[in-house]
């Protein structure tokens, strides 16, 4: 009779306990597919969603600055060769190899002007890639529609008059974009964050002789924006004199997955004459938040693998001590240590390889029905046929490093232990 004849013998006497072993090797599996899988697909999207959230790489002039100083006092540095930024450079960030992972391109144009008797700090810039870029502004009021429509800083529309407090202490500040609640750097509600209560008093300012309608004033932030007057970027060109020309670009690059460095490398090809600098800090915090996710993801996983290979080990230990007499017998006739290994070995070989592939179904059919409870943005679950192999490989290297150490155990049993049950 051959080895792989006993083992498949012994499996269909054993059903119970071969059951039992293959709920167990795939609830462990299928746990772990589910969070591969789930942490794969929100990691992908949570990763998407931190690049969409600010700039990461700036696009500023190139100039050579030169420092004076004479007898000990400093001098105002003198800028040399300054090259300026056109509307066109703006269009070329997008021709490089990587455009598909440029999510925001957002330029802008810097100046001071007088506005009401008060200096203020004007930035043109176009609204609908400004919005997305700062998506965590919250205003009162309403989007611009039109070009001389303005956003207007808290700072700046409170020194200009432009709002009053409320008596009802409730903000009717709304978010810029219609999107899921955002979660701060340091873990408190973007939407829970205490708001100061205020409405728009009068909507019409003059700057530079002209007039513009104020359309909404943001929610202070507590950063540079709080200061600052957003118009139009033509309309702002032309009233600060400089047509066509930029201050700024701003860019947010999709940096999870490909180096921020060569994005930077490729505009830097396409814009000879500009600066191009990654904020390598938070460029390192999204990918820290994704990595932690993962981490996590892979922690749990080799819990629940460590706990069904102990349970694989204690059932096949369990097995032995009930199979006393049957290895005996079968060393008694003459099967050798190796041979009782193997029939063994087969038996769990043919249990894990049924526990992983039921394991792997269970485990894409649990992602399928709880994605939609994780994902904010419709994500829909694909089948990667590595997972699937890979769920049998660790299945089957669970259930043999399990029961190397019983299987050894039974080929060293005496024969004479069979005589105990004649």
């Given at each position: 009779?051959?080895?792989?004849?006993?083992?498949?013998?012994?499996?269909?006497?054993?059903?119970?306990?071969?059951?039992?072993?293959?709920?167990?090797i795939?609830?462990?599996?299928?746990?772990?597919?589910?969070?591969l899988?789930?942490?794969?697909?929100?990691?992908?999207?949570?990763?998407?969603?931190?690049d969409?959230?600010?700039?990461?790489?700036?696009?500023?002039?190139?100039?050579?600055?030169?420092?004076?100083?004479?007898?000990?006092?400093?001098?105002?540095?003198?800028?040399?060769?300054?090259?300026?930024?056109?509307?066109?450079?703006?269009?070329?960030?997008?021709?490089?190899?990587?455009?598909?992972?440029?999510?925001?391109?957002?330029?802008?144009?810097?100046?001071?002007?007088?506005?009401?008797?008060?200096?203020?700090?004007?930035?043109?810039?176009?609204?609908?890639?400004?919005?997305?870029?700062?998506?965590?502004?919250?205003?009162?009021?309403?989007?611009?529609?039109?070009?001389?429509?303005?956003?207007?800083?808290?700072?700046?529309?409170?020194?200009?008059?432009?709002?009053?407090?409320?008596?009802?202490?409730?903000?009717?500040?709304?978010?810029?974009?219609?999107?899921?609640?955002?979660?701060?750097?340091?873990?408190?509600?973007?939407?829970?964050?205490?708001?100061k209560?205020?409405?728009?008093?009068?909507?019409?300012?003059?700057?530079?002789?002209?007039?513009?309608?104020?359309?909404?004033?943001?929610?202070?932030?507590?950063?540079?924006?709080?200061?600052?007057?957003?118009g139009?970027?033509?309309?702002?060109?032309?009233?600060?004199?400089?047509?066509?020309?930029?201050?700024?670009?701003?860019?947010?690059?999709?940096?999870?997955?490909?180096?921020?460095?060569?994005?930077?490398?490729?505009?830097?090809t396409?814009?000879?004459?500009?600066?191009?600098?990654?904020l390598?800090?938070?460029?390192?915090?999204?990918?820290?938040?994704?990595?932690?996710?993962?981490?996590?993801a892979?922690?749990?996983?080799?819990?629940?693998?460590?706990?069904?290979?102990?349970?694989?080990?204690?059932?096949?230990?369990?097995?032995?001590?009930?199979?006393?007499?049957?290895?005996?017998?079968?060393?008694?006739?003459?099967?050798?240590?190796?041979q009782?290994?193997?029939?063994?070995?087969?038996?769990?070989?043919?249990?894990?390889?049924?526990?992983?592939?039921?394991?792997?179904?269970?485990?894409?059919?649990?992602?399928?029905?709880?994605?939609?409870?994780?994902?904010?943005?419709?994500?829909?679950?694909?089948?990667?046929?590595?997972?699937?192999?890979?769920?049998?490989?660790?299945?089957?290297?669970?259930?043999?490093?399990?029961?190397?150490?019983?299987?050894?155990?039974?080929?060293?049993?005496?024969?004479?232990?069979?005589?105990?049950?004649?």
């Open positions: 009779m051959r080895i792989r004849s006993i083992a498949w013998a012994n499996l269909k006497r054993r059903k119970g306990k071969a059951a039992f072993l293959i709920v167990g795939s609830i462990g599996i299928a746990t772990v597919v589910a969070l899988t789930l942490s794969r697909l929100i990691k992908d999207e949570i990763g998407t969603q931190l969409q959230f600010g700039a990461n790489i700036i696009v500023v002039p190139q100039s050579n600055s030169l420092s004076l100083d004479y007898g000990g006092i400093s001098v105002s540095g003198v800028s040399l060769d300054v090259n300026q930024l056109k509307d066109e450079d703006a269009r070329r960030v997008l021709d490089i190899p990587y455009r598909n992972r440029i999510s925001v391109v957002a330029p802008k144009i810097l100046g001071v002007s007088n506005v009401e008797g008060q200096p203020v700090l004007l930035a043109g810039v176009n609204f609908d890639a400004e919005l997305k870029l700062k998506r965590w502004w919250r205003l009162v009021g309403q989007k611009p529609a039109q070009d001389g429509d303005l956003l207007v800083g808290y700072d700046a529309a409170k020194r200009l008059s432009l709002i009053e407090e409320t008596a009802d202490g409730q903000s009717q500040a709304v978010p810029v974009m219609p999107m899921a609640e955002i979660t701060s750097g340091g873990g408190v509600h973007a939407n829970h964050i205490q708001e209560a205020f409405r728009i008093a009068r909507d019409r300012v003059q700057i530079g002789g002209n007039e513009f309608r104020v359309a909404g004033v943001i929610t202070p932030t507590g950063g540079s924006e709080d200061q600052i007057i957003f139009s970027l033509p309309r702002f060109q032309k009233l600060l004199g400089k047509p066509d020309q930029l201050s700024m670009i701003e860019v947010s690059a999709l940096c999870i997955g490909c180096p921020v460095e060569e994005i930077v490398k490729q505009i830097s396409q814009l000879p004459n500009a600066k191009v600098s990654a390598q800090q938070s460029v390192r915090a999204r990918a820290e938040t994704v990595n932690r996710l993962t981490r996590f892979s922690a749990v996983s080799a819990v629940v693998l460590l706990i069904g290979g102990l349970m694989v080990f204690t059932t096949m230990m369990g097995s032995v001590v009930e199979r006393t007499k049957e290895i005996g017998v079968l060393r008694a006739i003459g099967l050798r240590k190796r009782i290994i193997n029939e063994l070995m087969i038996e769990v070989a043919a249990i894990s390889t049924i526990g992983g592939l039921v394991g792997w179904t269970a485990g894409m059919l649990i992602s399928w029905l709880i994605l939609p409870y994780f994902s904010q943005s419709g994500l829909k679950l694909e089948i990667d046929p590595k997972i699937a192999i890979g769920a049998i490989l660790v299945a089957v290297l669970i259930g043999a490093v399990s029961s190397v150490y019983p299987a050894i155990r039974a080929s060293r049993l005496d024969p004479s232990e069979a005589v105990r049950y004649v």
